[in-house]
């Protein structure tokens, strides 16, 4: 019984490593979205620092293994450290603004940006890959030698000992506690036929693992975080942990299960067992508790303090979307979401200038519609005019409910008027799916700038046509970007301008209005946009508007002549301006850019030099890489074939994997963008995203495992008495691979095709988009295992191959990660960063298909020169014999 349960407990462990991992993954990085404004930018460099940490931490793991004597002991440890680092790195997020004494309101530039994102994250996703080859070794261990001893059990029965020894239930002696497994397999072909290769034996690993990964994503989104905060959920986790492993120490304690331990190892193990339990009930103490609650609420007020220290917080809770603040200064309450300024109530006097301002560019406006913000005044201005519906989209409902707590009685009876309707749907969904065309006077796109690639979607030439089919065929577009007042330098220019060619591409007639934020004005009717100051003048007496806060001569305030000539007259003469898609989001890159340059950071130089490169640029390198990976495979060949094939099988495989982790990560980063252009969230969605993916990897690893079982050579698998596969095995594998790396490109290449069709559908895209996240987790998962196997060809020990393998993966997850959210995307666009993607892995085919070929004919040349010798020296006959 005992030989059983420790298993089981063993494999629970993996998988709860799984599930922590996932949950701490998504904590983190929605941590990060509010220290950074909500900027999916920080997607790419968390996950890329997540990846980093991994790969360090299993390539670490690998070197350093066969260094202790007790690797099960130390894997323990090591689980003991993982449950007390997430709590550290959470309050180090929260207060790293404070760390890099970054001003209020001002953006971390993209180098800090990603080394403090890789310091923070590193030390707890280095352990996650610290215990990959940890875990691999123990399992290996575990089963190998407990079929050793069932196969020493069955000998001992067959030689008619069993009825000597069957009535004992603790033998005195385990002979497998010292005798070292290969010694023992040498000597029993029988056990060798029964014995498992090690490469299933790391897939199901990274199976379990998987599995567990999936289910913390899945507890996390529909369950934890609707009810508990981060540390809430680490206490929780904590428990489940020192509970396994309190389990698993006892089971390994009785000896019984499979003897691996002496007297020395044994009180190791009791201590530890007694360490765990006693944690256990701790973090139950502490669970029941006030302390977890108190701990999140000063580490709240630790980034609150950071991001806005002369504002008193009122409130702070997490919706399905964002993370929401308010904060109160003298009378008027701010709103942050995700860490970012969104508004100000009451505010009266500047949004009566804001609404008048839209609201005069069309003659007689009866129909509106506001996307965005219609808090601190907008809408009560805007209820002056002689309107009949006001349709008002706020995504999200848990907003309007915090802040209704704090709005003043004017806001709220603007929102309780029989002319407003509140829908609380995405905006870009809504426009999408309006079922009435042509109907509305004025749209106002009254959200941020376009920093995030959610905001980007109000911005793009999908969404102004989406908008102008349901305008009037007079209606009137308007949307807004920060910008400066007299000065359009390059960086401003490029962000500001993007916008401006934008709208030219979807309406016959766009204007600006200068100052520290340009409006922008489209229709396609002449001589209804305007910025004469009379015409607007005249338009608003005809419409006998009378307000508290606005007057028409502020319009003279508002449009000073000179300056609107000077903005038409900048960005009218840029030939350079590029137009901003959902594929392409170069206004998102462009924020990027002024980002950094606002921040003093290096790199905005770089990026205008990379937004004038094209997609040649990024496929020249992957050519120059295959030539010379190629040629340098010939010159070590030529020299020492034998000695050198099984290692470039290796460095193949490696390549293979690696490449594969670039594609996996960029491909699940795609589908998350194109998630969000058409449902506009993704905070609530993270946990599901992930736990699919990791499904995915699941099912992939599985695959595998049962190919690489059912095509072994029986008559070669244990050559020389040994537990490895052989290099017949390994070609075989090759040639699997070889299969893999083909779909991998084939699926990266009509991707973009399938997104786009679903684009069409919103009813349906959620199903479709969460499928394909899927596809790329097997894509990607079913090649762990396989690379496994080829690299126990030429490296012998397990956890070597496990961190090598797991090292390879994330080091390419964690270049994918960094590049596609931050380069590729925003200037190739999703068909140009597949199209990449696709080459990158034919590119790996064609080193693998290389190495064959290259084999074989290095093989017959050898051959055929042996042959000729042997002919030269009459020693043909000597020789066959």
Not at 130 to 158: A, C, M, Y
Not at 838 to 864: M, V
């Amino acid at each position: 019984m005992q030989s059983r349960t420790f298993p089981i407990f063993l494999f629970l462990c993996v998988a709860a490593i799984g599930c922590y991992a996932t949950i701490a993954q998504v904590i983190l990085t929605r941590e990060f979205l509010n220290i950074f404004y909500g900027n999916e930018l920080c997607l790419g460099i968390v996950f890329g620092a997540w990846f980093l940490g991994i790969a360090t931490g299993a390539f670490a793991g690998a070197k350093v293994e066969h260094t202790f004597q007790h690797a099960f002991s130390v894997f323990i440890i090591t689980l003991f450290v993982l449950c007390f680092v997430l709590p550290l790195q959470i309050f180090s997020v929260r207060g790293v603004r404070g760390l890099l004494s970054v001003g209020i309101g001002e953006y971390i530039s993209l180098l800090p940006l990603l080394l403090t994102s890789i310091g923070l994250i590193f030390p707890f996703s280095f352990i996650i890959g610290f215990v990959f080859p940890l875990s691999s070794k123990v399992v290996w261990d575990t089963t190998t030698t407990r079929r050793s001893r069932n196969h020493i059990q069955n000998r001992e029965l067959g030689a008619g000992i069993g009825d000597q020894t069957s009535g004992i239930r603790n033998p005195p002696q385990d002979p497998l506690s010292l005798i070292p497994l290969h010694a023992f397999a040498k000597n029993n072909s029988s056990l060798q036929s029964n014995t498992q290769d090690a490469a299933v034996d790391i897939g199901y690993i990274y199976i379990i693992e998987s599995i567990g990964s999936l289910v913390g994503g899945l507890a996390f989104s529909f369950f934890q975080i609707s009810r508990f905060h981060p540390f809430l959920i680490i206490t929780q986790l904590n428990i489940g942990m020192f509970v396994l492993l309190a389990s698993l120490l006892f089971t390994y304690c009785r000896k019984e299960h499979i003897g691996l331990a002496g007297e020395k190892n044994k009180k190791i193990s009791k201590v530890l067992f007694f360490f765990s339990a006693g944690l256990a009930w701790a973090m139950i103490g502490i669970l029941i508790s006030p302390l977890p609650d108190k701990i999140e609420s000063l580490s709240r007020s630790i980034r609150w303090n950071t991001l806005n220290p002369h504002i008193e917080l009122v409130a702070s809770a997490d919706s399905k979307y964002q993370h929401i603040d308010i904060g109160k200064q003298a009378d008027q309450y701010s709103i942050y979401l995700n860490g970012q300024y969104a508004a100000a109530f009451p505010n009266e006097y500047e949004y009566a200038q804001v609404t008048h301002l839209v609201m005069t560019q069309h003659p007689s406006p009866k129909h509106l519609l506001l996307i965005g913000n219609g808090l601190g005044g907008i809408i009560s201005e805007m209820l002056l005019y002689p309107i009949e519906t006001l349709d008002y989209v706020e995504l999200d409902q848990g907003l309007l409910q915090i802040s209704g707590r704090y709005l003043s009685p004017s806001d709220k009876q603007a929102l309780s008027d029989r002319r407003v309707t509140v829908f609380h749907q995405d905006g870009r969904y809504y426009v999408k799916n309006r079922s009435k065309k042509q109907h509305y006077d004025i749209i106002l796109v009254n959200t941020p700038d376009p920093a995030t690639a959610f905001l980007n979607r109000f911005y793009t030439l999908e969404f102004f046509q989406e908008a102008q089919a349901i305008l009037q065929s007079d209606g009137v577009l308007a949307a807004s970007v920060s910008s400066a007042v007299t000065y359009i330098g390059k960086e401003v220019g490029s962000y500001t301008g993007s916008l401006y060619r934008t709208l030219h591409e979807a309406f016959s007639y766009v204007l600006v209005t200068p100052g520290q934020t340009n409006f922008y004005f489209a229709c396609n009717k002449e001589g209804v946009i305007t910025t004469d100051i009379e015409i607007l003048t005249e338009r608003y007496r005809k419409l006998q508007v009378k307000s508290d806060y606005f007057t028409e001569h502020l319009f003279y305030t508002l449009l000073p002549p000179e300056q609107v000539a000077f903005i038409g007259r900048q960005l009218g003469q840029r030939k350079d301006l590029l137009v901003n898609t959902d594929e392409r989001p170069v206004t998102y890159f462009f924020n990027l850019v002024l980002w950094d340059s606002l921040t003093g950071g290096r790199l905005h130089g770089l990026f205008h030099r990379l937004k004038d490169m094209g997609i040649q640029s990024f496929l020249i390198p992957i050519a120059i890489a295959v030539a010379g990976r190629i040629i340098y495979v010939i010159l070590r060949q030529r020299n020492a074939f034998n000695r050198y094939y099984p290692k470039q099988l290796k460095t193949s495989g490696l390549i293979a994997i690696a490449t594969t982790g670039f594609t996996g990560i960029a491909l699940e980063i795609v589908l998350l963008f194109a998630f969000q252009n058409i449902y506009g969230y993704i905070y609530e969605r993270m946990g599901v995203v992930v736990a699919v993916f990791m499904v995915g990897l699941a099912l992939g690893g599985y695959l595998m495992n049962q190919i690489i079982k059912k095509t072994r050579n029986p008559k070669s698998e244990f050559p020389n008495n040994s537990l490895l596969p052989t290099v017949a095995d390994s070609y075989q594998g090759i040639t699997i691979l070889l299969l893999i790396q083909g779909i991998i490109g084939c699926f990266a290449l009509v991707l973009p095709f399938f997104i786009h069709r679903l684009s069409f559908y919103p009813a349906v895209a959620e199903v479709g988009l969460i499928f394909f996240i899927g596809i790329a987790g097997i894509l990607t998962g079913i090649e762990f295992p396989l690379v496994n196997k080829i690299c126990i060809q030429h490296t012998p020990d397990v956890a070597v191959s496990a961190g090598a393998t797991n090292g390879a993966d994330h080091i390419g997850a964690f270049f994918g990660a960094i590049v596609t959210g931050v380069i590729f995307i925003p200037l190739l666009g999703v068909s140009g960063t597949c199209l990449v993607l696709a080459s990158l892995n034919i590119a790996s085919l064609i080193l693998t298909t290389f190495s064959i070929l290259y084999r074989k004919r290095s093989k017959d040349l050898l051959s055929h020169f042996s042959c000729k010798m042997d002919h030269k020296n009459g020693n043909v006959g000597r020789r066959n014999t």
